[in-house]
């Protein structure tokens, strides 16, 4: 494991030639080194019950907030049903993305951390697959009314009304929702709010990741709106846009588009 480890930091440090670092070594790659040593836990994922998982996020989040209990609800079931290395993933390291990383309002932890776990499960070098599934994502989280959850008992507030966040920033998503409820940002119900977005967000992750594991194709395509900005201002032609985020929540314009 920890010669893997190693082998993947390098290369993770774009150090290339660290072929050339273990030359004598005959394995080559990740496969061959596992192939050879079959008792080494790897970190694959199997199929999950995305209601369960929902439940456990909402009972982890006040331990550490969005991205920690997105986090930990996935790998903590993991770690029921598979044990390692599940079991020893830090995910206290997850609690920096609470508020949109540290407070800061950027990226939603639950983005952040439903992010963090495909990359886990698609960390090959082709971008396609990993990129599509974070599209899913992300298009569900800036266009569906949210939250949905429900918990058995609430803790923190009776209700959480739902509202589209158009944004998957921290502080785009929150104002939004502080202006639908006309609750404050750091209210008891804009908390609530999150810990259900929370549960929401690890649920469609988990489905998400079932699909992906039965085979079914993961498109990963944006609204028609912002692929028609893309189809411009993207890589193919202007060039002077590298962003899928929802154009519209900080491009409005006057009238015509100029
Ligand atoms: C048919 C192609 C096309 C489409 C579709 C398009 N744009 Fe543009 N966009 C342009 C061109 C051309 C300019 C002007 C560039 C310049 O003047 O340098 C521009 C300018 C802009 C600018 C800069 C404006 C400024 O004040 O400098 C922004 C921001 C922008 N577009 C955003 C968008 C968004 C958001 C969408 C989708 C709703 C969109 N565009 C759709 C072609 C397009
Ligand atoms: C989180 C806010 C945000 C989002 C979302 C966003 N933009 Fe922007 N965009 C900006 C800001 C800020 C600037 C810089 C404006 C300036 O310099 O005056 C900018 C600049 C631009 C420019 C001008 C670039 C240039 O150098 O001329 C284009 C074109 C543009 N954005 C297109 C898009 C498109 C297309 C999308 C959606 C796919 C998008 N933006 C999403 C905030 C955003």
Redesign the pocket.
């Known amino acids: 494991m920890s010669q893997i480890n190693r082998r993947r930091a390098f290369t993770s440090l774009g150090m290339i030639g660290g072929a050339t670092l273990f030359a004598g070594c005959k394995e080559a790659g990740l496969g061959v080194a596992t192939a050879q040593s079959p008792a080494v836990p790897l970190w694959n994922y199997v199929k999950l019950n995305s209601g369960e998982v929902a439940d456990r996020t909402y009972r982890m989040y006040p331990e550490g907030g969005c991205m920690y209990s997105v986090v930990g609800g996935v790998l903590g079931a993991l770690a029921d049903k598979v044990g390692e290395p599940f079991r020893s993933f830090p995910i206290e390291m997850m609690r920096y993305g609470d508020g949109g990383v540290g407070g800061c309002g950027s990226l939603c932890g639950v983005i952040n951390g439903g992010s963090a776990l495909i990359g886990m499960f698609h960390n090959e070098k082709p971008k396609e697959q990993r990129e599509a599934m974070i599209a899913e994502l992300v298009v569900w989280y800036e266009t569906t009314p949210l939250p949905h959850y429900k918990p058995a008992k609430p803790e923190w507030a009776n209700d959480a009304i739902p509202s589209i966040s158009g944004s998957i920033l921290c502080h785009l998503s929150t104002g939004k929702w502080c202006e639908a409820s006309g609750c404050e940002a750091f209210s008891m119900e804009k908390k609530e709010r999150c810990r259900r977005l929370a549960a929401d967000g690890a649920s469609k992750l988990v489905e998400l990741l079932n699909h992906d594991f039965d085979g079914v194709p993961i498109l990963g395509e944006l609204t028609p709106?912002?692929q028609?900005?893309i189809?411009?201002?993207g890589k193919q032609?202007?060039g002077n846009?590298m962003v899928k985020m929802n154009?519209?929540s900080c491009?409005s314009f006057e009238g015509e588009?100029?």
């Open positions: 709106k912002v028609s900005c189809d411009c201002h032609e202007m846009a154009c519209a491009h588009h100029p």
